[in-house]
């Protein structure tokens, strides 16, 4: 063994030279970088590399290390004859100026990569570059940066910094990028609220088609780009770095020990075959590692050494030889994918393999993952449909592996036999793909639910040799599916019965699918049976269909086979572009970056089961922990019970009976996260009476459990009379049904709470409701709410989960603070909030429907029930809003509504942007769609016979006195070219037989009621004339705080010369001590109201400050700013001012006005598999006169893609034993990514419009928007009828939501007799 005698961590963190003495081995580098370091600008809200706001740039250093030399064993540096060899980058050995760092053929200098997956020790010799450390507010903002904020590319900001790295990532590498690499790029990085349109925009400017940016820094005096002078830092890449000298790293060899656990990382493979020996004989455990990407998807097992690979030369060389190119054990998946692009006229399956692996994961992973590992981890875990693993076995790669206990005699073996193979003590050396013959032909597919970083639900992979001369299969064809049982499987015998048939026989096809079918009979075990083998059909139709020569196969069938290239999608069209001001250089302060000195932390103890009674509780395990402080519970505190406002009491933590999984028993508290998340684990709860829990609306109804006085019972008109007119003499009775959604707010629920004297407490809460959290904390505590102050700076995305979901977090966390009179900090996992926090609750909705021939629908029978789970959460009254929005924009006379909400053992469902709305706007849409299926009408005619005019009143009683649904109708269906596109999709589906097309308008209104909701002002003018504002409602991407501050500078500005700066005021956190008893801020209005309640501080100021601008006017000619304040003060005059608003009812019925938008979204549906794409997507939003364009554009775009997520892929999985969510995490629950969002994405406001009811005549943004995305939904649905025309079917189908691929393959519902090649017939 040689001697590891450096056992510190070196590198260099935004320029300066770091080192880190015996650091954690377990540690990762965001968690260093933030706790040690402060650089709180990435976050870690998943931890799996699963949403990539924790994004930096890992690089190399170059330096004389003597890693060259000592990785030169006998093993390491030899050549192949015949082979070019380069070595793959980031790694010591890319340093030593040999084979890597600078040379040409170093695929990525810079890398992109996920700081929550990263361990620190793995850093060692590199360089880290943070956002902060590309540019700030103070220094000037780097182009990346600034491009984000012109655009408005940042809503609640939490995202943006991993956001800007990745970007940074693509310039700082090639200044000079394609769009098409642009596009790419993001496809590690999840925004939930600006549907990712802006944030294209604004790096679209770095495309080499656009680039105006010249890759200058911008000044922070001139607010211009550094032409020269100022900034003498050169080009885009040095922007990171002060230039360190570069430094001299000793040895690449490094140990470093911890609690038992050590690191150690080995410069060749003598030495790790070593390390391997000498580990096992001590009888301890030990565990390679390269990219250490596998952890986001798995936990890995605890060992006593990990041993670093990435510095052995050996594994990173890349090879190209005449019979194939080969890459080492440790060569990360981009440099794989370089090395095919750069090769693929070699073989025929290169081109299909890069195409593939562009699949893989996203950006981040791949930059460090390597395809070794990828291959390690599903050998650990059958049950991983590894994309890799299944490409790689059809490609027929080769595998090289040497195994320690045999001194590392290596082993040429195939896929096939690896994953039959013990792997106790074995390195994967080399990985070598052969080059195929010409005359090959080979194809993979993937399946997910989202089209990129996702993983497969099936993948396959098809070898298909030619015989081209005789027309036949020869008799080395390779088959390959992953996904139907664990580990990829080759179906030999098809591949066997293949061989010498003809190719292009049809009966050859239609036995070879009975045989596939017969012979890969998927797993029930892991799910989706029949899904998936639906899909096996469908992949080998692709294949098989995808030989033919393209002018024979009849263009009925083409497009079945022409896979949409994700790297290709969506390179928007250009659309307008929208500024706005916010800032994106990680500088903002979430409630998690406060630095609270001698705090404590605390996690939840959860109940394992969802209906039982809570029989004993031993956390005595977790306190003999070192470092672990207290565990508290419902037994050892006096109140922990709390009113939620809808007169229901919740528990804090279980005391008796425990209503979900997850539920909160009880709370540990310990010095470190990490200590009170293990301790937690330790806490023996124990329960009897567990019953099996009710989760289902059938559950519901067997066991009549609903809540009482919660229900709807509307009549209105003679609907037994009316049922039988028209056509329909029965009516037209299903159902429309919606499930969960999860509401993936980046930032997870938190709190922080400080006790202070006199048993006062400081709440800084996530929350939208500080009031509530205020009351409560109070209620809880025992104590005064003047005891009691919640500050609420901003919120990293909300969407209505903060509203009374935060109570219970601030609770918590504020009981512990109390008993302990200490600082604590609850900060929820991305697992812990998905399972303890209801989502949107699911809606089923039985209805029958009275019809004229016309299409006038004259009464509607509807029977809803609502699954709320284990409490009743809203305040909001959420059965009695069914008639505020059922009726949609339609005139029914007639309505018979029954619904109930069922009490289930699954945690409180609560809001989520459009709660009601959305739903019932589905119910009815579908009902629409219903009808003019039924009676073959167009479903916009339907629409347009029922619609709402001036002069109507809804369901709710709202008289219609301006109504300009038609308007917004008209205008979009003018501005999408509906009518033309309308039949430009039938002529498609003529064309085209399993490739279909559907194109829907859905037109939406939605009602904002604020009455009796108090907000509250108060704005102060300082001698500078500086002004600050606080108002009541919280920040939370909606801009708030840009509206609040235009409102104040256009009031004040009005009575000076030149109006007012915005420079000049300041928003400042929202607090309960000057905002008392307010309103929550959610519902789409608080930002009207909170405007309104500034502006009548502001006229206020205004009222006092006018007499001295008129005495100051001369000539006409107002005083400036400054004058008036210095003036102002000398008078005497009060320069604060407070503003309160309570609105009243209004007189045309409970609201205080309606607004209308519509969308026309078009999609392509490939109906043998369900892979959806959003070809064009238009929204149109009556936005009044909209207070801030840049801000409303962003709303519409950010909710109508929250809404494609609801509607395509966000699906909830319940343990139907435990009710424990099986979609708890990134991995597993898909919200739509850049790579979802509509091919053209345009949003626009309905010019020229007003509110004569609104502020300032403005209508508000965040809601409507989310309503119109159904159209998503129908437009697939009408793709699906057009699928199943095919196959004669012409019933009606519906789907409900998320129409997830499984569930529109289903729908379509493709015999595989249908998949016949006798194209003559088709
Ligand atoms: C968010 C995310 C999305 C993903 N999506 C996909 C996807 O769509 N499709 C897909 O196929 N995969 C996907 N993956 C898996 C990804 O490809 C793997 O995590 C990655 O390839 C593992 O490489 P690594 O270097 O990080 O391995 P590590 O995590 O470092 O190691 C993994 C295992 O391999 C062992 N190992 C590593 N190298 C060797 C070697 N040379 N010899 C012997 N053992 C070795 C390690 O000991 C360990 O047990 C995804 C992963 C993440 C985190
Ligand atoms: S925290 Fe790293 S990817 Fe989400
Ligand atoms: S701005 Fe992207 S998650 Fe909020």
């Not at 470093?256 to 790790?272: I, T």
Request: aromatic share 8%; charged share 20%; glycine share 8%.
């Amino acid at each position: 063994m040689p001697s590891y005698t450096k056992s510190h961590v070196q590198f260099e963190l935004n320029g300066e030279h770091v080192t880190v003495e015996e650091p954690d081995p377990k540690a990762v580098l965001g968690d260093y970088l933030r706790l040690e370091r402060g650089l709180t600008g990435l976050q870690m809200p998943c931890r799996q590399g699963g949403c990539g706001s924790c994004t930096v740039i890992l690089s190399p250093i170059r330096c004389s290390s003597s890693d060259s030399s000592s990785s030169s064993s006998s093993s390491g540096k030899k050549k192949k004859k015949d082979a070019v060899h380069v070595a793959a980058a980031n790694h010591a050995g890319d340093d030593d100026g040999g084979s890597g760092g600078g040379d040409d053929d170093e695929p990525l200098k810079h890398r992109p990569i996920n700081a929550c997956l990263l361990p620190l020790c793995a850093v060692d010799g590199k360089r880290v570059t943070t956002v902060e450390g590309i540019g700030s507010t103070k220094h000037g903002l780097h182009p990346v940066q600034q491009a984000i904020v012109t655009h408005n590319g940042t809503q609640c900001g939490f995202c943006t910094p991993g956001m800007v790295m990745s970007m940074y990532g693509l310039v700082v590498n090639n200044s000079q990028p394609t769009a098409q690499q642009v596009e790419d790029q993001l496809d590690g990085n999840l925004c939930r609220c600006t549907g990712y349109r802006p944030i294209l925009d604004g790096f679209q400017t770095f495309a080499n088609c656009n680039n105006k940016n010249n890759n200058k820094r911008m000044c922070n005096k001139s607010g211009e780009q550094c032409a020269s002078g100022c900034d003498k830092e050169g080009d885009m890449e040095e922007l990171g770095s002060k230039r360190m000298e570069h430094w001299e790293l000793p040895d690449a060899r490094l140990m470093v020990s911890r609690d038992g656990l050590k690191w150690v990382r080995a410069v060749s493979l003598d030495e790790l075959y070593a390390l391997l020996q000498t580990t096992k004989h001590k009888g301890r455990t030990i565990r390679m590692v390269r990219g250490n990407t596998s952890s986001g998807i798995y936990p890995p097992p605890a060992v006593d050494v990990l041993a670093d690979i990435s510095h052995i030369s050996k594994l990173m060389e890349l090879s190209v030889q005449e019979k194939g190119i080969s890459i080492g054990g440790a060569v990360p998946i981009t440099d794989f994918m370089v090395l095919l692009e750069r090769n693929q006229s070699l073989s025929p399956s290169y081109g299909p393999l890069l195409k593939h692996l562009k699949r893989v994961a996203h950006n981040q992973v791949r930059n460090i993952g390597s395809v070794a590992g990828n291959l390690m981890l599903t050998h650990a875990h059958g049950e991983f449909a590894s994309d890799i693993s299944t490409i790689l076995m059809a490609a027929e790669a080769k595998l090289r592996v040497g195994f320690a206990w045999e001194n590392g005699d290596e082993h040429v073996i195939s896929l096939e036999q690896f994953f039959n193979l013990s792997l106790d003590g074995a390195v994967i050396v080399e990985i070598f793909i052969p080059v195929m013959k010409a005359s090959a032909r080979f194809f993979t597919y993937k399946v997910a639910l989202r089209r990129v970083n996702a993983h497969a639900l099936l993948n396959a992979g098809f070898k298909l040799a030619v015989n081209s001369t005789k027309g036949v299969f020869e008799s080395n064809c390779v088959i390959v599916y992953g996904g139907v049982r664990p580990y990829p499987q080759r179906a030999r015998k098809t591949e066997a019965y293949l061989a010498g048939k003809k190719v292009f026989d049809p009966k050859v096809f239609a036995d070879s699918v009975q045989i596939l079918q017969r012979e890969l009979v998927v797993d029930p075990a892991l799910g989706r049976t029949e899904y998936r083998t639906r899909l096996l059909a469908a992949f080998f139709y692709k294949a098989f269909l995808s030989l033919f020569p393209q002018d024979t196969i009849p263009p009925r069938l083409r497009s079945s086979i022409v896979e949409g290239d994700p790297s290709e999608y969506p390179v928007s069209k250009p659309i307008p572009k929208l500024s706005a001001g916010l800032q994106a250089t990680g500088e903002a302060q979430y409630l998690d970056d406060m630095v609270v000195g001698g705090s404590l932390y605390a996690t939840f103890v959860q109940a394992t089961v969802a209906n039982a009674a809570l029989k004993s509780i031993d956390p005595s395990k977790a306190l003999a922990m070192k470092g672990v402080i207290t565990f508290i519970s419902a037994a050892s505190l006096k109140a922990d019970k709390y009113c939620n406002l809808v007169s229901e009491d919740e528990e804090v933590f279980a005391s008796e009976r425990v209503l979900y999984y997850g539920q909160a028993v009880g709370l540990i508290v310990a010095n470190t996260k990490a200590l009170a998340d293990e301790a937690a684990r330790l806490v023996v709860v124990t329960y009897s009476d567990v019953q099996k829990p009710i989760l289902t609306f059938e559950d519901a109804i067997a066991a009549d459990s609903f809540y009482e006085n919660r229900r709807v019972d509307l009549q209105i008109g003679e609907i037994l009379n009316l049922f039988y007119c028209g056509k329909l003499k029965n009516g037209v009775g299903v159902q429309a049904s919606v499930g969960h959604q999860y509401h993936f707010h980046l930032e997870t629920q938190r709190a922080i709470c400080i006790p202070g004297e006199d048993n006062s407490m400081d709440v800084y809460s996530s929350t939208q409701n500080p009031s509530q959290v205020q009351h409560c904390v109070g209620v809880g505590l025992n104590q005064p709410q003047h005891k009691i102050t919640v500050h609420v700076k901003r919120l990293g995305g909300a969407y209505g989960s903060k509203l009374n979901r935060s109570v219970p977090i601030a609770m918590a966390c504020a009981l512990a603070a109390d008993k302990l009179q200490k600082p604590v900090k609850l900060i929820l996992d991305i697992g812990t909030n998905m399972q303890v926090v209801g989502g949107r609750s699911p809606y089923r909705c039985d209805y029958k429907i009275g019809v004229m021939k016309d299409g006038r629908i004259t009464s509607l029978q509807l029977r809803i029930l609502n699954n709320h789970g284990a409490h009743f959460d809203f305040e909001y009254p959420m059965l009695e809003a069914i008639p505020v929005f059922i009726d949609n924009v339609y005139k029914i006379p007639n309505w018979d509504i029954k619904g109930k909400a069922a009490r289930t053992n699954l945690p409180a469902c609560t809001w989520m942007r459009g709660p009601v709305f959305v739903e019932t706007v589905f119910m009815m849409e579908t009902m629409m769609e219903h009808v003019a299926s039924v009676l073959g009408m167009p479903a916009d005619l339907v629409r347009e016979v029922n619609m709402f005019k001036k002069g109507d009143t809804t369901l709710a009683g709202q008289y219609l006195e301006f109504c300009n649904v038609k308007e917004v109708l008209d205008s979009i269906k003018e501005s999408s070219e509906y009518e033309t596109r309308v039949k430009q999709v039938k002529e498609f589906n003529s064309l085209n037989q399993w490739v279909k097309r559907g194109i829907s308008l859905i037109p939406v209104k939605f009602s904002a009621s604020w009455t009796a909701v108090q907000h509250i002002a108060l704005v102060n003018i300082y001698p500078d004339g500086s002004i600050s504002i606080h108002q009541s409602g919280c920040e939370m991407g909606q801009g708030l705080d840009v509206k609040v501050a235009q409102v104040a500078a256009m009031t004040l500005g009005s009575i000076v010369e030149g109006g007012l700066d915005m420079a000049n005021i300041k928003v400042q956190t929202t607090t309960t001590v000057i905002a008392n008893n307010v309103g929550e801020s959610g519902g789409s209005v608080t930002s009207e109201l909170c405007a309104m309640a500034v502006q009548v501080a502001c006229n206020k100021l205004v009222e006092r400050l006018r007499v001295t601008s008129r005495m100051l006017t001369t000539l006409g000619r107002k005083p400036s700013w400054r004058e008036l304040i210095e003036a102002a003060l000398t008078s005497g005059i009060d320069l604060q001012a407070r503003g309160r608003i309570y609105p009243g009812p209004n007189q045309n019925g409970p609201f205080q006005y309606l607004s209308f938008a519509a969308a026309v979204t078009e999609v392509e549906v490939d109906i043998l598999t369900g892979d959806t794409r959003i070809l064009r997507g238009d929204i149109l939003l009556d936005c009044g006169k909209s207070l801030n364009p840049a801000i409303d554009i962003g709303q519409v775009h950010g909710a109508y893609v929250q809404g494609i997520g609801f509607y395509l892929s966000e699906e909830y999985q319940i343990d139907a034993a435990n009710g424990k969510l099986t979609t708890n995490s990134t991995w597993n629950y898909k919200v739509p990514s850049s790579k979802d969002i509509p091919h053209d994405f345009r949003a626009s406001l309905l010019p020229n419009s007003s509110n004569p009811s609104g502020f300032l005549r403005s209508k508000f943004s965040g809601e409507p928007p989310y309503g119109t995305a159904c159209s998503v939904l129908f437009a697939v649905q009408q793709a699906v009828a057009a699928g199943r025309e095919e196959i004669g079917a012409n019933d009606w189908c519906s789907l409900s939501a998320p129409a997830t691929v499984e569930k529109v393959a289903l729908a379509a519902n493709v015999p595989t007799s249908f998949l016949s090649l006798s194209l003559q017939s088709q």
